[in-house]
């Protein structure tokens, strides 16, 4: 093999005056050049972004995949450069054991048909889950690991090498200062009582030697600054480039909250049309009849869905479309009407039952033989059935 031993006698000897400098600036025995205070917050902000993408982009992870084992195993996967393999979620498993189930317990039994509909509907939630993070993965996680892996890299390369330039320039600024002490007692003017004649010529020898060595160490000076000055430019360009990736940032991180916001509404749907589905079967037990009392808010029915109780069982005196018709012609009680306030949202399933607005006054009666989950509800001129666990009833 080849080797360039002048090249590599140069390097060693580089690599040893910068060690040299360094050491000395820590024990506070040599000068350092210090950058000004932009290029100083510059990097700050740098290093300030870099962390906090770390972090963040380290929680996103956790957040898609909880699994620690399932991330290194896709974290090996990427950097083997091979596809991950496709992941059954947590719903889909769960959704797989409730089918399962109910066929073995029954599927025609209530429990059996109730499986299958929580199991349908775990499954959608399943899919849901799986999109969410595949688009979360492309549109957020990508381009902060992007930044990682390629912006970063390639400022922290420009850093070393800034740093290295910044060690040869005080290096040669330490070179020079000496040289020109050097020089300066060279050239003190010699004790003429001295004997020797030799003294003379050794000092105008030696007083010319420092002056070829001050030139030298000049010249080196200012190809060093030139390196420097080049070198901190480039550096100060890629950290100005910082605010483009907020930029970026910014832009991925909406598209990380408008793929969260179409998971969690999918996630929300699919969970309403389960307890329609579920009020609607005979037999079943559906949330209780006692109402539940939390704080009351004027929150939007998206965001009341999470505390909002299971719709009963929806069992009434007749069918929807017979029901709409016997509630237009029947008439309230003379006395047992009440009353009640709307403790949530609620939706009306079909053209039988009233919609519901939260805190607002209602009237409200039973018929002989209906449903005790169930209850007749007048506002204006609307009527229609309405769940009991919706309402507080007042005296």
């Avoid at 050491?23 to 902000?45: I, M, S, V, Y």
């Avoid at 599927?107 to 509907?121: D, F, I, Q, R």
């Avoid at 020797?196 to 190809?223: F, G, H």
Wanted: hydrophobic share 35%.
């Amino acid at each position: 093999m080849d080797f360039n031993m002048k090249k590599l006698a140069s390097d060693a000897g580089i690599f040893f005056t910068r060690a040299v400098q360094f050491t000395e600036e820590k024990f506070g025995q040599a000068e350092k050049t210090e950058l000004d205070a932009h290029f100083e917050n510059l990097l700050a902000r740098a290093d300030s972004t870099k962390n906090w993408t770390e972090r963040i982009l380290r929680q996103t992870e956790v957040l898609l995949q909880p699994n620690p084992s399932a991330r290194v195993e896709e974290f090996l996967y990427e950097k083997l450069d091979r596809k991950v393999p496709s992941r059954v979620t947590n719903g889909e498993l769960l959704a797989q054991y409730m089918a399962e189930a109910a066929s073995e317990l029954g599927p025609n039994t209530p429990y059996g048909k109730t499986l299958m509909k929580v199991s349908e509907a775990e499954k959608r939630l399943g899919a849901a889950e799986r999109d969410f993070i595949h688009t979360a993965s492309l549109s957020f996680l990508t381009p902060l690991r992007n930044f990682l892996e390629g912006d970063w890299k390639t400022i922290s390369k420009e850093r070393r090498l800034l740093q290295n330039r910044r060690l040869d320039l005080d290096a040669c600024k330490a070179r020079l200062k000496k040289a020109k002490a050097a020089e300066a007692k060279a050239t003190t003017v010699p004790d003429f009582q001295e004997t020797r004649p030799r003294n003379y010529i050794l000092s105008a020898s030696a007083s010319a030697l420092w002056n070829d060595e001050v030139d030298k160490a000049e010249q080196e000076l200012r190809a060093a600054q030139t390196e420097f000055d080049r070198q901190a430019e480039v550096t100060r360009l890629l950290l100005e480039g910082i605010s483009s990736a907020h930029v970026n940032h910014l832009r991925c991180l909406h598209e990380f909250v408008k793929s969260q916001t179409t998971y969690y509404a999918q996630c929300y749907r699919h969970m309403l049309d389960l307890q329609k589905q579920l009020g609607r079967f005979p037999g079943t037990f559906v949330g209780t009849t006692e109402p539940a009392s939390p704080p009351l808010s004027s929150t939007s029915p998206t965001t009341t869905a999470a505390t909002m109780p299971v719709v009963p069982t929806g069992a009434g005196l007749a069918p929807p479309e017979e029901a709409a018709l016997c509630l237009e012609e029947v008439a309230p009680p003379a006395s047992g009407t009440r009353k009640a306030r709307v403790l949530y949202d609620y939706e009306a399933a079909d053209s039988s039952e009233l919609a519901l607005l939260a805190d607002e006054l209602i009237t409200v009666y039973s018929l002989p033989g209906m449903d005790p989950d169930w209850l007749i509800g007048e506002r204006g001129n609307k009527k229609g059935k309405v769940p009991v666990t919706y309402l507080e009833l007042l005296s």
